[in-house]
């Protein structure tokens, strides 16, 4: 059921692959509150993931594009505006991936051509993206930019590896573009620090499950999926967060504030028995 948040806005959502993505939910739900949007993903992920059935649920055109390419990000902004019939209200950046991660390279022992290829598509991107639409002028006044973050900027995460990085650039280039928007343009520019989640990226992740169960236990109301991102993406995107930009929004359930929660503290004493904790403790 929607609530006509966006009803007249238009969009571009990147990196929908398949019904585990935040992309592919939020594109969802940016229907039911009756927005109109394209879709866009690499060409492979195009013809081979399951984004062609979003398309057709959304009545959305997909546009492929490689977002490190500057010529298809302008290509993607075009387009949209062409087939949207004017210039754009929300952007949505859902894109992320390490070679690293793959091919299990630990982050003392990195191949820094795969590092590279990891910034320039997890965050460079971003600045790529915010580029291209600056400069097309290509989004209305008081619209609203989302990329997809998560708490290993800030923290160290085992297995995370040199993602972690990459959302540290990622939030950077937020406040710093996000304030020219802001300045030239009042054009909003947030991240969104979500849970760990389910997603075809996120699986590839050293640890995934136990990071997860982790997670859920020190979160007060545990994890937030990637309908409840979703949720909160559309409100970013909505007229009723006008002033906010520049910032990381925390979405995970209070994680960010946690030290140790009662629920962690009990699993964690039971990998003891009562004499070892007496003598510790």
């Given amino acids: 059921m929607g609530f006509d948040l966006l009803k007249g806005k238009r969009g571009i959502i990147f990196g929908a692959l398949n019904d585990m993505s935040i992309a592919w939910k939020v594109a969802e739900r940016a229907y039911e509150e009756g927005a109109r949007f394209t879709l866009s993903n690499t060409p492979v992920a195009c013809r081979m993931g399951e984004v062609v059935e979003l398309g057709r649920k959304c009545e959305a055109e997909i546009i492929p594009a490689d977002a490190t390419n500057v010529a298809d990000l302008e290509n993607v902004f075009e387009k949209s505006m062409e087939v949207l019939g004017g210039k754009v209200d929300f952007v949505l950046h859902s894109i992320g991936m390490s070679l690293n991660v793959r091919k299990k390279r630990v982050y003392h022992d990195l191949d820094y051509n795969y590092l590279n290829k990891t910034l320039d598509i997890s965050a460079i991107?971003?600045?790529?993206?915010?580029?291209?639409?600056?400069?097309?002028?290509?989004i209305n006044e008081w619209g609203s930019v989302l990329g997809l973050s998560y708490i290993a900027a800030q923290r160290t995460f085992y297995g995370y590896n040199d993602m972690a990085d990459a959302k540290s650039l990622l939030?950077?280039?937020?406040?710093s573009f996000g304030y020219i928007y802001g300045r030239e343009r009042k054009v909003r520019v947030n991240t969104v620090s979500q849970s760990p989640t389910v997603t075809t990226a996120g699986s590839g992740v050293k640890g995934i499950d136990g990071l997860l169960d982790f997670s859920e236990r020190m979160s007060p109301l545990g994890n937030a999926d990637a309908a409840d991102c979703a949720d909160y993406c559309i409100t970013m995107f909505s007229d009723l967060t006008k002033k906010v930009t520049m910032q990381n929004l925390f979405h995970d359930g209070g994680f960010s504030n946690v030290g140790m929660s009662?629920?962690?503290?009990?699993?964690?004493?039971?990998?003891?028995?009562?004499?070892?904790?007496?003598?510790?403790y």
């Fill in 171 to 175: 939030e950077s280039i937020a406040r």
């Fill in 125 to 138: 991107s971003f600045h790529k993206m915010l580029q291209v639409g600056f400069k097309m002028d290509a």
């Fill in 262 to 280: 009662l629920r962690a503290m009990n699993q964690y004493n039971k990998s003891f028995d009562t004499d070892d904790l007496d003598e510790k």
